[in-house]
């Protein structure tokens, strides 16, 4: 506990309550907006980790493996109430099951190769093009009247997986947009986003698990890139409010979901952008 010990019991006492928080906004924002809340994990770990002086090759890759962990029981509660509210579409979630997969193997493999800035610009730079394309076209018609057939299908499913492994998100902050740009109605691709965060979650987590099992100068109690104080202080906020967030979504707009999740994402940018620019 080394890197802990030159810090207040004050401080500390900050540091668990600001994880706390992250895990209540977390689940509020899974449930909303069926994200898995790596988009708010992701950010606030890596600030947190900067704070701590936490050595910057794997400062991100900690923060992104950690958020995947979470996500994992977080998108199942997630999922189970969109589903009990009708909002997941399962034929749609069990056809991209597969090529999902497929891309958090390639996404989980590439971890280990990419550097922490890298990976901080890929997940501020796909953030803030999401967020202009859902709040300056949210009331635009869709692309296309459906969604794609095959292989591209497929081809969209990889992408989904294998760049939400590699920026630790559940997959909600690419598949809501792009289901619902395919004329997926929004509580629809919420709902089916959450059961994504699902099957990207799990391989991905054991990915950076096995990535970063013989790295050095991680965060004290981390196995591989999984730092297990912050999976212990934020799981149990995200259980317990991903319901919440279920109905919230449930009783909301489609165009007032759209504008939140714009919000939330260009705000996530600019900060990742500054920690890798300013």
């Known amino acids: ?8 019991l004050p401080w500390l006492a900050g540091l668990v309550v600001a994880l706390a928080v992250t895990g209540t906004i ?22 947190l980790f900067t704070l701590l002086g936490v050595d910057e090759s794997v400062k991100m890759h900690v923060a992104v493996g950690t958020s ?32 999902l997969f497929i891309g958090v193997i390639i996404g989980s ?11 901080s ?24 009247e459906s969604l794609p057939r095959s292989p591209f299908k497929q081809i969209m499913g990889i992408f989904i997986g294998g ?15 792009i289901l619902n740009a395919f004329n997926v109605p929004m509580h629809r691709a919420v709902g089916t986003a959450a059961a994504i965060g699902m099957v990207i979650s799990i391989p991905g987590a054991i990915g950076f698990l096995l990535n970063g099992w013989n790295v050095e100068n991680t965060p004290p109690l981390t196995i591989g890139y999984i730092n297990l104080i912050g999976f212990a202080l934020i799981v149990p906020m995200t259980m317990w409010m991903a319901p919440i967030g279920a109905r919230m979504a449930n009783a909301t707009t489609a165009a007032r979901l759209k504008l939140a ?10 900060r990742m952008f500054y920690g890798v620019l300013g």
Not at 1 to 8: A, D, F, I, K, R
Not at 39 to 47: F, T
Not at 109 to 119: I, Q, R
């Open 68 to 99: 995947l962990a979470t996500i994992i029981p977080t998108s199942f509660i997630s999922a189970k109430s969109h589903k009990a509210k009708g909002n997941l579409d399962e034929p749609l979630f069990k056809s991209l099951v597969l090529p």
């Open 121 to 144: 610009i890929v997940f501020a730079s796909i953030a803030l093009l999401v967020a202009g394309n859902m709040a300056f076209r949210s009331k635009a018609k869709p692309v296309a």
């Open 261 to 270: 999740f714009a919000f939330f994402l260009f705000i996530t940018a600019v």
């Open 1 to 8: 506990m080394e890197l802990l010990s030159g810090y207040s």
């Open 163 to 177: 760049f939400s492994t590699l920026m630790g998100i559940g997959g909600g902050t690419l598949s809501v947009p």
């Open 26 to 47: 977390a689940g509020l924002l899974a449930g909303l907006l069926g994200v898995g809340g790596g988009i708010v994990i992701v950010p606030v770990l890596y600030h």
């Open 109 to 119: 493999f590439a971890s280990g190769y990419v550097s922490g800035d890298v990976l």
